[in-house]
């Protein structure tokens, strides 16, 4: 079921609208396919870790910072509007992501409008340059933690078969869940602080013709609106 019924209605026969779908089912799928590797390996992040967001800001497509800011102004359209005026609401010192929140459980403050890169952290496999695939624990797991794991997880890399005996399921491929949507953009990324604002604002753009009757605009809103 989406997350943005609403904002996905209010920009009905705009360029955007497919991309939008796009990425949620992108999104979808990656749930889908760890929820089915969490059940089977019965191994997750610490809880409360969040050590991925400190001191990193993620770089995102194009649709990725339209589906937040759609999602944004679907879920919290305060933060959005704020947000298209270059207002964060979160400001760290060391590079931190502006949109984490320290004292929440998740961490992050967009937790369903989070990209790509933040949902296939820790639970996802890569191909090495030879082609085979291989998981890597996350790199802040704490040793104890993974020594903890029966069996314990020694070693900091593991191969496609190690990894279905040791944790007895391999997680999605990062690059097969991230495909659809990198293929149909430039493949040109921005951090989220560059990009959101233009998103959200070319949103209320689109919205505000279609609201005006506009029945076809053309997804590129005016320089002063953008
Ligand atoms: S978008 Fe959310 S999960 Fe991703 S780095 Fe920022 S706060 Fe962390």
Known sequence: ???????LKKLEGTSVYSTLLSIESSYERIEAEQGDWYKKSNFNCPSGCGSCCHGFEPDI?????????????????????????????????DGTCRLFKSDSPF????????????????ASSFRSRTGEKVWR???????????????????????????????????????DMTGDASSSSNGETFLIHEILPQMIQRLLWL????DNGNDNPNGTPSPAAA
Not at 1 to 7: A, L
Not at 141 to 160: A, F, V
Not at 207 to 210: A, E, T, Y
Request: net charge negative; aromatic share 12%.
């Open 137 to 175: 624990p996350c790199k802040f797991y704490p040793e104890d933690y993974l020594l903890k794991h029966n069996p314990p997880l020694q070693k900091r890399q593991y191969s496609e078969s190690e990894t279905e005996i040791v944790i007895g399921a391999v997680p999605p491929l990062m690059s």
């Open 61 to 93: 497509l194009e649709g990725e910072a339209l589906y937040m800011a759609a999602w944004l102004l679907e879920n919290q359209e305060f933060t959005a509007r704020k947000i298209a005026e270059g207002e964060f609401p979160f400001s760290h010192e």
């Open 207 to 210: 919205i505000d013709m279609n």
């Open 107 to 122: 961490h992050c403050s967009i937790y369903g409008g989070r990209p790509f890169i933040c949902r296939l952290f820790g």
């Open 1 to 7: 079921m989406t997350q943005i019924p609403n904002i």
